[in-house]
């Protein structure tokens, strides 16, 4: 029989690997560890990467298994969800991966500047109605500069055509370099030795089995210039989650 949620929650509290900090909390407590991830956990000093919206945890595992020299840190608001990839990794005994749950809004609180590397946005909600919950929106963006090397890399990974095209245009108006962009990931086969084509989340698959094509887009995010959104109309999703129908009956937004 599987865990209950209370269950799952105790679980994480005693974890030594995951840190919890959600909003209600997070002006009262101070994370102590803000800049000093590598030398206070990781005891190493390996490039950290971030799976923000982590969900499961799949990537944040599965490139822990993939990359020891490399330091992961899946971030996501529901416990429940993340218990799997904290009790995966826990078992396995991976000392390159934690889980931190909090708000994505206030991720950096969390790290100081430039103690990240890389981000990956896997399967992200796409957010069709608001920008600024957009994970590749400027509102993130520059959050993100708060903690990310100069020209840190961003890795979209989604089922959505929308937030696909969003992102292309957020790059292209804000001039940040693109590395990789395809609408069909494993329709394209791309020789590229930085992807693991092996690790499919679990709303991936979910996606890939009802004919989805995944796109894929790699940038890099400098800190000079200001950021602007892009001014263009972009049509909705015809879906919004496992084929259902689409709460809006408006066919674009910005």
């Known amino acids: 029989m ?10 994480l509290a005693s974890y030594p690997h995951v840190f919890e900090y959600p909003f209600s909390v997070v002006e009262d407590v101070p994370f102590e560890m803000r800049g000093r991830w590598r030398e206070q956990f990781f005891k190493n ?3 950290i990467v971030l799976e923000l919206g982590c969900g499961r945890g799949e990537y944040a595992v ?21 218990w799997s990839g904290a009790t ?29 590397e890389e981000i990956w946005l896997t399967f992200s909600d796409p957010q069709m109605k608001k920008v600024t919950k957009r994970l590749t929106s400027t ?6 500069r708060r903690f990310l090397v100069d020209g840190g890399i961003v890795h979209l990974k989604t089922d959505s055509h929308f937030l696909f095209t969003y992102t292309k245009y957020v790059t292209a108006v804000n001039h940040l370099p693109v590395e ?3 609408e069909d990931l494993y329709g394209s086969h791309p020789q590229d030795a ?18 989805l094509s995944i796109k894929y887009l790699r940038f890099r995010l400098p800190f000079e210039g200001a950021l602007v959104e892009p001014d263009v109309e972009i049509p909705l999703d015809d879906y919004r989650s496992y084929h259902r129908e689409k709460r809006s009956s408006l066919t674009t937004a910005r």
């Open 139 to 144: 509102y993130f963006l520059e959050r993100y």
């Open 2 to 11: 599987s865990k209950g949620k209370l269950a799952k929650f105790a679980d």
């Open 88 to 116: 995966e990794a826990l078992k396995e005994g991976l000392t390159n991966v934690a889980f931190l749950r909090t708000n994505i809004e206030i991720i950096d609180r969390f790290f100081a500047r430039g103690e990240v």
């Open 62 to 82: 599965g490139l822990a298994r993939r990359y020891p020299d490399r330091n992961f840190i899946g971030v996501d608001i529901k416990g429940a969800r993340m």
């Open 45 to 47: 000093d390996h490039p």
């Open 194 to 211: 930085s992807l693991d084509l092996s690790i499919r989340t679990y709303y991936e698959q979910q996606w890939l089995s009802r004919g």
């Open 180 to 182: 990789m962009c395809t």
